[in-house]
């Protein structure tokens, strides 16, 4: 009972003072980063009206408008609702309101957010569903109408904002207009604009897929980094003559290419969709590089080298087989390297786990195809048609913040000289993220607002100094070189209408499952390759040709935007 | 009930009614709360399945969209793999109701043989335990044992079988989903068998040792017609879900090489309606459900009713 009442007292003392801190006065019983905050607030104020003042010189009319903006903190009282199933804060703290990022970001932009989060684990697309089918909506929604954004606001959920972002939002506009194809993915196919995306910094960030091999059984066996096919069979080979250990990847990972790239294919055993360099849409299961690639593994399967359980492995599974020292060389994730190396840590198995180029047919060629997520992502915040008209500006101040310097900074590294220190111009984590007893991630969770996807821009560094020095090398071996091998990908933010996304979905699925249930029969031989051409022939009769229709002419809309 | 309707037949109805409101009032009054549950939850939702009919978007709500007749159905009957999902489901359920229907009563019937009471409770106890285990550990702990070196596989090899994942394969789908069900829900489900056993008079026992009967002939003709009515009822409710079979469990053990035989109407629904947020298709898809459930419902009540007189309606 006492212990209830002191929770109770201290979760009151807590919401006082984030109460006083959105007052903007410096509050009494604040932490010793109070004085950082304010130091940084004078330095954002400086910045952001440089920012203001560039825009304003490039249009009379803006100039306005935009120089009455002061910088952050805004001096306001409104309080903006937001639905979100981003930024969510640490799992280590009871609410927002105990969580570091989103107090002390109330205070650097001057603007309190009521915060909605949907419930962990419940279905986010049903929890958005249901809010939407009330009349009454958030002001702003953090969503991914990437996609559907047409409709979105033909139906009245979200604003249009096309003639106020170059007003409201100066960062963001001058990003966008920076960045062609970042405001290509933003804007709908009559091109307007509906909210604020998420994007990668670089590419790098989106290349989290690619080869791995155990360095002490190369070592051990006397055998070089493999580089070609040739050299990946004879490491096979050797791990299986002398540990036991078979090739072993999860083959439906998502659109991974997995090692398709060496034969000049695009996709494993998932249905994988690709753009040829004359940017028509194709099936990589339809090409005979493809078949090629599935014969080489059909062979592996032949001579016992691949694992029979890759039918039904995932991510899980694969963690197992891995520290059991079943498998030497794989296809996985970074995060999945990341265990790796933490289980061999655990269990002193002596496995040193490390990234592999991607391989290839012959010596010095290059790989067309490494796993590459488009940088963009779907999720966008919008602002929505409740939100009332005076309130509006304050939402487009707030969702710009991420994209000002200031706000950057931030977000990716938290408050300078708590979570961040600069050295030499650069941000750089300090102890209290990276040697943390909870991990670095979830530090990261607490003080910064990368916690998933986020908002606004993902630094670089940011990513690479939560990882293990190994897995950043890793990280390096596949995208560095092969930059332009991951520009195969269809772009997220295509949008089909709704008519002719259910007619291509339809297909789609139908193809889709009958891929991964053939490219498996053929990998396991359970289906002669030489029906190959019969698999051909099923999928045509199945609609491929119609799918690609659709989707070739959305893409091409996109290519027009 | 019966007897008394008869009884007042001459009597005109608003009478009757009005007679027996007042006789039975506090009856009525303690079937409200189920009334009002039943309207509110039951059929109230119920003008929902209009969507089916509907390109539903939730932004605008059922009154603003669009009417599409029976597209959605046209668009289900006319994918690919229809055929095969709708065999599939059949296969499944069909086989599921075939061999583990008749296990919990076999487990009942065993059970009841059993004179030691300790004895008695602790299979009961034990039977039923796998029914609180939560689905994903079970599919966890089937998958694992079925992989390449794993515990079940270490048998079927151990037994002449050939060593392999067989959850891959797509002949070994049925046997596991089937005997893993049995093992998880036998001892839950002979509980009710049990207590209908527990309702039959101990004197015809008697009277049958008494005539010389032994113990089969005693199950047989005592035992077994005594729990007829509830074999039935259980039989019928059963029919009345042909189309639902465990949906989660299939998608927690297939895998795309036993798509052929595992892919069924819920997984499928799964995959294009709830994962892409397709309401309209999937309710039409749920109503397509329920009036091939209803069917089996009534024809096999329909014929339980003619063969002996036992049916839920």
């Known amino acids: 009972m006492k212990k209830k009442l002191l929770a109770m007292l201290l979760a009151a003392a807590t919401t006082m003072t984030v109460l006083a801190g959105c007052g903007n006065q410096a509050a009494d019983g604040k932490p010793a980063d109070e004085g950082a905050a304010t130091s940084d607030e004078a330095t954002a104020s400086d910045k952001a009206g440089n920012n203001t003042e560039e825009d304003g010189s490039a249009d009379e009319a803006e100039a306005v408008e935009a120089a009455e903006f002061a910088g952050y903190p805004i001096d306001t009282d409104e309080v903006l609702t937001l639905w979100t199933n981003q930024i969510m804060p640490s799992s280590t703290v009871a609410s927002w309101e105990e969580s570091p990022f989103h107090v002390t970001l109330a205070e650097m932009t001057g603007i309190d957010i009521d915060y909605t989060f949907p419930a962990s684990g419940t279905d986010q697309k049903q929890a958005f569903n249901l809010m939407i089918s009330d009349s009454n909506l958030p002001d702003m929604i953090w969503y991914s109408f990437m996609g559907d954004a047409e409709s979105y606001i033909e139906d009245g959920i979200i604003r249009d904002l096309t003639d106020l972002l170059p007003k409201y939002a100066p960062n963001y506009w001058k990003f966008l207009q920076e960045n062609p194809y970042y405001d290509k993915s933003l804007k709908t196919d009559s091109g307007k604009y509906y909210g604020f995306g998420f994007f990668r910094e670089s590419r790098w960030q989106s290349a989290y897929h690619g080869p791995m091999v155990r360095q002490d059984w190369l070592d051990e066996c006397g055998l070089p980094m493999p580089e070609t096919i040739e050299d990946w069979e004879t490491t096979i080979r050797a791990f299986n003559d002398k540990y036991g250990a078979k090739f072993a990847f999860t083959p439906t990972w998502r659109v991974s290419p997995g090692m398709a790239g060496a034969f000049g294919a695009y996709g494993t055993v998932e249905l994988a969709l690709y753009i040829d360099d004359d940017s028509k849409l194709q099936i990589a299961q339809m090409q005979d590089e493809w078949k090629e690639y599935i014969t080489w593994l059909n062979k592996l399967n032949n001579e016992g080298l691949l694992d029979p359980d890759i039918v039904t492995l995932d991510d899980t599974g694969l963690r197992t087989k891995v520290a059991n020292g079943q498998v030497g060389l794989t296809n996985a994730n970074l995060t999945g390297l990341n265990s790796f190396i933490l289980d061999a840590q655990s269990s002193g198995n002596g496995a040193n786990w490390v990234g592999c180029p991607y391989p290839v047919m012959n010596k010095g060629d290059k790989t067309c195809a490494i796993f590459c997520e488009d940088p963009v992502v779907p999720i966008v915040a919008g602002i929505t048609t409740s939100c009332p008209e005076e309130k509006v500006e304050l939402a487009l101040r707030w969702l710009d913040y991420p994209f000002s310097e200031e706000g950057f900074l931030y977000w990716n590294f938290g408050t300078e000289g708590v979570s961040y220190e600069m050295v030499e111009g650069e941000p750089h984590f300090t102890d209290l993220i990276l040697k943390s007893e909870l991990g670095a991630a979830e530090a990261a969770g607490l003080y910064t607002g990368e916690g998933g996807w986020g908002c606004g821009i993902q630094a670089l560094g940011m990513v690479q100094q939560k990882l293990d020095p190994a897995v950043v090398e890793a990280g390096d071996a596949w995208y560095y070189g092969n930059e332009d091998a991951g520009n195969w990908t269809y772009p997220s933010a295509v949008t089909m209408t709704p008519e002719e996304s259910t007619e291509s979905s339809t297909i789609y699925n139908a193809i889709n499952t009958y891929v991964k249930e053939m490219a498996l029969k053929f990998i396991t031989g359970e289906e002669s390759l030489d029906n190959y051409d019969a698999f051909i022939q099923t999928l045509n009769d199945m609609g491929a040709e119609r799918m690609l229709e659709i989707r070739q002419a959305a893409y091409d809309r996109f290519l027009q935007r | ?313």
Not at chain 2, 100 to 113: D, Q, Y
């Open chain 2, 1 to 313: 009930m019966r007897g008394n309707m008869t009884g007042v037949k001459e009597k005109s109805l608003k009478k009757t009614l009005v007679k027996d409101f007042k006789m039975n009032k506090w009856k009525y009054l303690m079937i409200l709360p189920v009334i009002i549950y039943i309207a509110i939850f039951a059929y109230k939702p119920m003008y929902g399945i209009l969507i089916a009919f509907q390109n539903f978007r939730p932004a605008v709500g059922m009154a603003g969209s669009k009417w599409v007749g029976f597209e959605h159905f046209t668009r289900f009957f006319s994918d690919f793999n229809f055929f095969r999902i709708l065999r599939n489901t059949f296969s499944i359920s069909i086989c599921s109701i075939i061999f583990g229907f008749p296990a919990p009563i076999i487990l009942a019937l065993l059970i009841n043989e059993i004179k030691n009471t300790k004895f008695k409770r602790t299979v009961q106890t034990v039977s039923y335990m796998p029914y609180f285990v939560s689905m994903v550990v079970i599919c966890g702990l089937v998958k694992t044992f079925c992989q390449s070196d794993g515990m079940i596989t270490d048998i079927v090899v151990a037994l002449g079988g050939e060593r392999k994942n067989l959850l891959a394969d797509k002949s070994w789908f049925y046997p596991i989903y089937i005997v893993s069900n049995i093992w998880q829900y036998i001892g839950w489900d002979s509980i009710i068998y049990l207590a209908a056993l527990a309702g039959i008079d101990q004197e015809q026992y008697e009277a049958a040792r008494v005539d010389g009967a032994g113990r089969l002939r005693q199950m047989w003709n005592i035992t077994l017609p005594g729990l007829m009515p509830t074999i039935i009822i259980l039989f019928i409710l059963k029919m009345g879900g042909i189309l639902n079979v465990g949906f989660e469990k299939i998608l927690l053990l297939y895998s795309p090489t036993t798509y052929e035989v595992a892919d069924v109407i819920s997984t499928y629904v799964y995959r294009i309606g709830i994962l892409e947020a397709n309401f309209s298709y999937s309710t039409a898809i749920g109503l397509f459900n329920s009036i091939v459930n209803i069917i089996f419902l009534c024809a096999t009540n329909l014929i339980s009713k003619k063969l002996n007189e036992t049916s839920l309606f």
